[in-house]
């Protein structure tokens, strides 16, 4: 399994830029996983006979079930896919479950959205388009016991590209596989932030 082949598939299948790019998983060793592809477009809806409504284009989520992965390959392949795909850095935060006694309620609505969930309730079933039949049962449990989520922007099929300040970058965004960073175990039972960076710039930017 190889999630740049997926991320980059479904990319040129959408025909659309990607803002993000989001992975989460429950901490056990073999765990699915939920990835998450946050595009950046509107689409036209016709709100009434004679007006219509721009509507942001609704998230990707795909569960990868194929192969049930321990956390440290999970870090493997995103900080692979993060990588080719020209993102600047990468983010992996370990979270508590929000069903935690003195939880918060940011706490709660992040873990929802770490799950592709609306927390406000106000964008009905049109915010995600989703092939994932196990999200609600894997956001129940990881409300209990944590959950791990990765996070990156892509300049490769993202939105970036225009704007990215990065030397390590190839002329479509991208970089040339294997990523020279290592992985960092995770903290465990313990909540952690781990933050990888993969730009860099060896040039002298003047304002």
Do not use: K
Request: aromatic share 6%; hydrophobic share 35%.
């Amino acid at each position: 399994m190889d999630l740049f082949d997926t991320v980059a598939s479904q990319i040129e299948a959408v025909r659309l830029p990607l803002i993000s790019v989001t992975l989460t998983a429950l901490p056990r060793r073999r765990t699915p996983l939920l990835l998450m592809l946050h595009w950046h477009g509107f689409r036209r809806e016709q709100a009434s006979e004679h007006a219509a409504t721009l509507q942001p284009i609704p998230s990707s989520a795909l569960q990868i079930t194929e192969d049930l992965l321990d956390l440290e390959r999970a870090d493997h392949l995103m900080l692979d896919a993060a990588w080719r795909l020209g993102a600047w850095e990468l983010d992996r935060e370990e979270r508590r479950g929000c069903n935690t006694v003195g939880a918060s309620e940011r706490e709660a609505l992040e873990c929802r959205q770490a799950f592709g969930d609306d927390p406000l309730g106000t964008l009905g079933e049109t915010h995600l388009v989703a092939e994932a039949p196990d999200r609600e049962d894997m956001m129940r449990l990881g409300a209990r016991v944590g959950y791990v989520r990765w996070s990156f922007r892509p300049v490769r099929g993202g939105v970036w590209q225009a704007t990215a300040q990065d030397d390590t970058l190839g002329g479509d965004g991208g970089r040339q596989p294997p990523c020279p960073v290592g992985t960092t175990p995770p903290a465990g039972q313990r909540t952690g932030h781990t933050r990888y960076r993969l730009g860099r710039i060896d040039r002298l930017i003047l304002p």
